[in-house]
């Protein structure tokens, strides 16, 4: 019996389309178009200059080695010290472990926790790499669906229908890629009173914090990890590529619930990274510490809430659109279903055979049409998450770029959803319909 050169599991890993889309971004420029690029969850400002030049003296300084693969010990205690101040509970530098941006967690938690058939719960849309890891696991992927007319937040009787006793893991994101969507005090004190009530020892909440200072209207972000009894059971990770425009530093890090379980997730970084460069965790330090860097951290939030606000109020302006408000994060969620009505899109999909269609989705066809035909590129609703998402149809729009680009990218969307004839010229050749 002839043997397949790739192992199943690859089979089994999702991808991120905010870098995939490139290719087709790449593909358009080739061609002598411009698109705005509203795709990728990336801040346009620079690390601030404290950042860089701490840099900078440390490489000058030769600190430049193999280092602790939990992380320095002096960054892990500034971690924990801003963990314990802002969440309220005392933190050991020994639960902290450093990793080369946020995602590894996601991947150790998957491998430290999960056994095949145990159940995960993630929210939908939710970061691509939840259901991803979830499914290379060889667990079983349970979606929470967000929802629109409740600004993308879930109460607590959403999760207590989703718990079974093969729930393993739980994971919770806010503020929320890619919705904005921002969990109050009391969503968060409902939803550990399920947990309590409905999850034995064995089950480990995933916090998802990454955008903890980006949050709108004077709002201050909740850790669930900060409530009764969840401290035990909650793994919470943030990092330094959203907040301090960091993003390609790689800087992140998880807080275990305890010293063994921190252990675990150090041998993984051992086995797999080794360590996380010293100079960029001394920048990262210095990043949190400094108090330059905490006021250009807030006028970048600043900003980020004023584009937010002119664009869902643009959005909410274009035919059959509609957009919920942002209360953190730097991206929109609109609604287009009705501008695809309007466009044709619906009824194309509609007409697509079994085949084609398991490759796309009308936010997916509208999405590359109009990156293909009016040069804007956007996020379709299956980039953040597959499952159960028929007929939901949505796009993500990062705010993470100028307000001159913002208006011209929602200009070209708005006349790429009224483009009927364009659309129905453009399903007609059949390229480009999906990946």
């Known amino acids: 019996m002839a043997r397949t050169l790739m192992a199943d599991r690859i089979a089994r890993l999702g991808t991120e389309n905010a870098f995939k889309i490139g290719v087709d971004i790449r593909r358009c420029e080739e061609a002598g178009l411009k698109p705005v690029k509203l795709n990728l969850g990336e801040p346009d400002f620079n690390s601030a ?61 998957m491998m430290t926790y999960v056994n095949p058939g145990d159940e995960v719960i993630y929210p939908s849309p939710g970061f691509p790499i939840y259901e991803s890891t979830i499914t290379f696991a060889h667990a079983t992927p349970v979606p929470l669906h967000l929802e629109e007319s409740r600004d993308f937040r879930f109460t607590a009787a959403d999760i207590e229908k989703l718990i079974t006793p ?28 399920v947990i309590r009530a409905k999850c034995d020892d064995a089950v480990r909440i995933y916090s998802d914090e990454v955008y903890e200072y980006i949050v709108f209207g004077g709002r201050k972000h909740y850790s669930i990890a900060s409530l009764q009894g969840m401290r035990e059971r ?17 800087l992140g890090y998880a807080v275990l619930p305890n010293v063994e379980e921190a252990q675990i997730f150090k041998t993984l970084n051992v086995n797999i990274v ?17 108090p330059a860097v905490a006021k250009v951290v807030a006028d970048m939030v600043r900003q980020f809430e004023e584009r937010a606000k002119w664009v869902v109020g643009a959005l909410n302006d274009v035919p059959g659109v509609t957009c919920a408000t942002p209360v953190g994060a730097f991206y929109v969620f609109p609604n287009i279903g009705g501008m695809l009505e309007q466009l044709g899109v619906l009824a194309a999909y509609d007409s697509l055979p079994a085949e084609k269609k398991a490759k796309t989705s009308p936010s997916t066809m509208f999405q590359l049409f109009a990156l293909y035909r009016h040069s804007v590129a956007t996020m379709d609703r299956n980039s953040f998450g597959k499952i159960g998402t028929a007929g939901r ?20 969307l708005a006349a790429a959803g009224a483009d009927r004839k364009g659309f129905a010229d453009y399903f007609q050749k059949g390229e480009h319909l999906g990946w």
């Not at 490489?59 to 314990?84: E, M, W």
């Not at 929320?176 to 969503?187: A, E, I």
């Not at 909650?234 to 790689?250: C, D, E, L």
């Not at 080794?274 to 400094?290: N, Y």
Request: charged residues 25%.
């Open 166 to 193: 093969k729930t393993k893991v739980i994971i919770i994101n806010t503020p929320s890629n890619p919705t904005g969507g921002v969990l109050t005090k009391q969503d968060l004190e409902e939803i550990a009173e």
């Open 393 to 412: 149809h949505f796009l993500r729009l990062s705010t993470a770029t100028s307000m001159d680009l913002l208006r011209e990218g929602v200009k070209r």
């Open 49 to 109: 200059a404290a950042i860089n030049e701490r840099a900078k003296k440390e490489i000058d300084a030769g600190n430049s080695h193999y280092c602790d693969p939990q992380g320095l010990l002096p960054f892990r205690q500034t971690i924990a010290k801003q963990v314990s101040e802002t969440r309220g509970f005392k933190v050991d530098p020994e639960e902290v472990v450093v990793t080369p941006g946020a995602k590894p967690p996601i991947f150790y938690t």
């Open 234 to 250: 909650t793994i919470v990770v943030s990092g330094h590529s959203k907040t301090y425009a960091m993003t390609g530093w790689r």
């Open 274 to 290: 080794s360590c996380t460069p010293p100079f960029i965790q001394l920048a990262g330090k210095e990043a949190i510490e400094s």
